[in-house]
């Protein structure tokens, strides 16, 4: 099944998104043929701003922003609307619930990459999965701008609690809740905040994803896969604390840890890239 609103911002094709063209003009030869261009809509300032803000943010920084940059960025992000990178609420929804019976799989788009940091937005149909992912040595931004999902996240557990034998890794529960567009801006640091988080679409969704830097596997930022299992699935957790003090969990603490195994990528981990076609960011005479 084919949804196309060519006058709109987004259109679904077989349950997968992608930007539409934004207007359809005529040719100027008599001919009844018609030549279809796009026209890049002026960029928001709000968009403008986030990504001169990241160029000086990120530029050249390995470790994470301090507080006030996180803050800075924040309070750009919590502004954005689907508007302001061409996403349209109406027409999102419309169209993405007419595709229904397929493979839900996810789409991203990327609106600007370099060494210090990208701009991505993914699109998730209902019922979609990100699975469980890390962001090595990478701070994250992440802004739903549209529609509802469940947001699962874990930080690792220091010093470092395996299980015996076994390459179970105890994680802490960060986050296990629902989130509803628009909400705010949610951080993630290289060891805090949620590293390894796992993204469930309850609706059609769309996420702004910043992150600085971006994965680079020649620069050690692969992103490995986790499957995730209850506290309470294995033993008492008398692990190896490589030496350290024996993490300690209490019983009526077990919902707020998790064990963690490293996966191989898994399948629903594949998502298909489109073009982005949303209002172009302007770049200035600096360059990253
Ligand atoms: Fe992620």
Redesign the pocket.
């Known amino acids: 099944m084919m949804v196309v609103d060519a006058g709109g911002l987004v259109e679904h094709v077989n349950n997968r998104v992608r930007y539409a063209n934004k207007t359809m003009k005529k040719s100027n030869r008599s001919c009844k043929k018609r030549r279809r261009e796009v026209v890049f809509p002026r960029v928001p300032e709000v968009l403008q701003q986030l990504f001169v803000s990241c160029r000086e943010i990120f530029k050249g920084h390995g470790a994470a922003p301090p507080a006030s940059d996180v803050n800075k960025l924040c309070n750009i992000l919590d502004k954005m609307k689907p508007e302001d990178v061409g996403l349209s609420k109406n027409h999102f929804f419309k169209a993405a619930g007419a595709a229904k019976g397929t493979h839900p799989r996810v789409t991203y788009t990327t609106i600007y990459q370099c060494s210090d940091f990208s701009l991505c937005i993914f699109f998730l149909p209902e019922k979609a999965v990100?699975p469980l992912?890390n962001?090595p040595a990478m701070t994250?931004f992440?802004k739903l701008l549209l529609g509802t999902m469940h947001i699962k996240s874990y930080d690792w557990v220091h010093p470092k609690h395996s299980m015996p034998s076994s390459p179970m890794r105890l994680a802490r529960l960060k986050a296990n809740s629902v989130y509803t567009a628009p909400c705010d801006t949610s951080v993630l640091y290289p060891t805090t905040g949620g590293n390894m988080?796992e993204f469930t679409a309850m609706t059609p969704c769309a996420v702004l994803?910043v992150l600085g830097p971006p994965y680079s596997k020649q620069d050690g930022r692969d992103c490995s896969y986790y499957k995730d299992f209850p506290y309470s699935a294995f033993s008492s957790g008398d692990g190896d604390g490589d030496g350290e003090t024996t993490a300690t969990v209490r019983e009526e603490e077990g919902d707020c840890f998790g064990w963690l195994e490293e996966i191989e990528v898994p399948e629903n981990a594949e998502i298909d890239r489109i073009q982005y076609l949303g209002p172009q960011i302007v770049q200035t005479t600096t360059t990253c």
Do not use: F, S
């Open positions: 990100i992912h962001h994250v992440t988080h994803d």
